[in-house]
Every structure is written in structure tokens, then in C-alpha cells.
């Protein structure tokens, strides 16, 4: 049964507006008019996507793309009330109707529309691909055919809530330098901007030679208050050219291979590629998804296309008959330990385990990393701050320095 959202007045003439399931539009309008409300607008949810992408407002809610979290806490839900022996359309209804987010909801119930029609969950999922990836639907659909959606569901929740947790880390991590940079910044065109041409007055009207070291601060507070806005604009005019430029495959291509070479950034980028790698392959194969098909589906959650070329040499590699982890080897981009753990993986048979282990061995190595960086990063970041406070505060009491000599 397909759903549509409304929008009505009710007997006070408030507006309301939510989702009700209907064989029809005309179905829908009755039951407003049964509540005694006015119905104003009724519209089919799969309609009302199509609106949003063609909109304004649609641009900026990129459709109907919901947040890890809520899409984590829909998957475990499904899983668990599939798991009970409750129908895929029953779990969606529910679920639907548990969600607090009108988004959702719209989602889950179209979704469950498609079901109803006879479709399986992985083609209902297919009309949102916004809200749920190619690796997701692939999931879902291997789950369903071998039987096990629910212990699909379940092991996607998982893969879903350690991405979630990994992104989080790295959110939180970074929040404390750049706020600390940000600030930095601040302070030091404050006082090149505001304090030291009101100091340097003082010194000018008495006429005596300034320091070097004075001099030169004077220059940069006057080229800072003369050209502040236009270097401003200039930055900004460079970091929109760089974005648009990297938009171009080559270009994109020549700025990753320049990544890989930088020594401390390369192991860093590897380290968290590798991760998204063997995690989503660990899910996939766990999954019942074919090896070549997994290849595939996992360079979507690659961002360095170094890396993705070289997950698709892997692929072509392996359609030859070649192993994974020896096909991975030979492009030079993984760690040593990730393509030992695969090969382990091919000789025993367990491969999406050890692809696992070695996602869970990767983001450990890089949450470790990225902790000892920003360690060393705060401190020297302070200690460079203090400095250029430092030649400040010089550049200003040299010349008083100078000025007491003279009267002695």
C-alpha cells in the first residue's frame, strides 16, 4: 500500500501534516476528511523525492539521505523484529511508525509499499539510493537470497555503528586544534591589525630610528591593514579554483599519487583506506556477496582513486584467477600486515574474518597515529604562538628600551 504525505487544517484551522497509507490519493483525502480536517495537499512519497531533488530546499536535504545513526538504529530495528518472525512489511510499518523523524518514516514506508507490490526489500531499498548505498542494497540482497536477512541486518548494524564510531573519534579529535588554530590566527591579525599601529604612533611622533626588528613589525601590521581583505579574497578565490580543479579526474588522480609520496601523510592515508577496505569486504563476503561483485561495490567507499584503481586492477586480477591478497600486493598501496591477514583469509577459508580483523587492526593503528599527531601538533602549535607573541611584545619594548638609554 503506497504512503502519502498531507498537509490539512484541522477544525481550529491549524495546519497539520504527516504520512498515512492509502490505495489511492482520493483514499488519503477521505481519511483527513473523516478526522474533519481540510486537506490541502496530498502527495505520493516517491512524488514528493522527485520534488526534493528538483527543488531549492531539496538540494540542501540531498533527498531523502538520513544520518549514520538514525540509519543504524533502523537497521538493528528491522533485524531484530525480522529475527522474531515478523513479515518484512510488518517490520517496516512498525518500525515507521516507532521513528521519530518524519524522513524516515517517509522512507520505510515507501520502501514497504514496493514489498507490498511483491518486490523484494532489496529493489524497495533501490528507490532511495541516497539513503541506502550500493553496499547496503547488496547486503540486503544476498541476505535474502540465501535466507538469513536478519543475520544481514544484524551484521550491517554492526559495520555501521563502527563506521559511525570511527568518524566520531575523528570528529571530536580534531575539534580542539582547529578551534585552538583558529584562535591563534585571530589573536596574531588582532594585534598586527588593532594594537601595534596604535603603539607605533608613540614612537613615531618622537623621531628617533627605529629597530629592525620594529621596522619589519610595522611593515606587516601596514600590508595586513592595506591588503587584508583583498589576500583574503585571494585565499578564498584559490581554495574555490583547487576544488574545481581537483574536480577533473587527472588532476584528482596527480593530487592523490602527490599524497601517497608525502611520508608521514601516506601512511596515514593508507592506514584509514585500508581500514574502509577490509571493512566493508569483511561485511560483504560475510554476506554471501561475490568476491568480484564485492571488489566492485567497495571501491564506492574508497576515497583516494589511487587506491580505487588499484581495488580495480585487484578485480581484473582476480577474474583471472589470481588471489586477493597477492593481486593486492602487487599494486605496492596496502600494509604489509592487511595483505598478510588476507592471504591467511584464502588458505584457511575465512576470509571475511580476517578481513575483519584486519579493519579492527587498522583503525587501532590509526586512532593511535592520530592521537600521537595531534599530541605533538597542540603543544608545538602553542609554543609557535608564544613565539610570534613573543617577537611582538620585542618588537614594541625595544624602542622604550632604546628611549630610556637616551635619557640616561
Known sequence: MPAFEYKA??????????LLEGDSERQVRQQIREKGWLPLEVIAVKEKAAQNFKTFSGFFQRGHRLSTATLTLITRQLATLIAAGTPVESA????????????SSRVLLAVRAKV?????????????????????????????????????????????????????????????PIVLSVVAIGVVIALLTYVVPTVVQ?????????????????????????YGLFLLLLLGTIVVAIKM?????????????????????????????SARFT?????????????????????????????????????????????IGQSLANTGLFPPLTLEL??????????????????????QEIETKTATALG???????????????VIVLAILMPIFEMNQLVK
Not at 608613540?202 to 591593514?225: H, N, Y
Not at 561475490?290 to 574508497?302: C, D, G, R, T
Open 9 to 18: 487544517l484541522n477544525a481550529i484551522g491549524n495546519k497539520e501534516h504527516g
Open 92 to 103: 517496516l510499518q512498525s518500525v515507521a511508525r516507532q521513528s521519530t523523524q518524519r524522513a
Open 116 to 176: 507490498l507490490e511483491g518486490h523484494e526489500l532489496a529493489t524497495g531499498l533501490g528507490e532511495f539510493p541516497q539513503t541506502f548505498s550500493q553496499l547496503y542494497r547488496a547486503t540486503v540482497f544476498a541476505g535474502e537470497q540465501a535466507g538469513k536477512l536478519d543475520k544481514v541486518l544484524e551484521r550491517l548494524s554492526d559495520y555501521l555503528e563502527a563506521r559511525n564510531r570511527v568518524q566520531q573519534k575523528t570528529s571530536l579529535a580534531l575539534i580542539y
Open 202 to 226: 608613540v614612537f613615531e611622533s618622537t623621531g628617533q630610528e627605529l629597530p629592525t626588528l620594529t621596522r619589519g613589525l610595522i611593515a606587516s601590521s601596514d600590508f595586513i591593514r592595506a
Open 245 to 273: 580543479l581537483l574536480k577533473n579526474p587527472h588532476w584528482q588522480m596527480r593530487w592523490h599519487l602527490f599524497q601517497l609520496r608525502i611520508p608521514l601523510v601516506s601512511g596515514l592515508i593508507k592506514g584509514m583506506e
Open 279 to 323: 571493512r566493508t569486504m569483511s561485511i560483504l563476503l560475510g554476506s554471501g556477496v561475490p568476491a568480484l561483485e564485492s571488489l566492485n561495490i567497495v571501491k564506492q567507499v574508497i576515497h583516494n582513486r589511487a587506491m580505487i584503481e588499484a581495488v580495480d586492477i585487484t578485480g581484473q586480477r582476480v577474474k583471472e584467477g589470481a588471489g
Open 342 to 363: 588476507i592471504r591467511n583469509g584464502e588458505v584457511s577459508g575465512r576470509l571475511p574474518e580476517m578481513m575483519e580483523r584486519a579493519a579492527i587492526n587498522q583503525e
Open 376 to 390: 605533538l601538533f597542540e603543544p608545538l602549535l602553542i609554543l609557535a604562538m608564544g613565539g610570534i607573541v613573543l
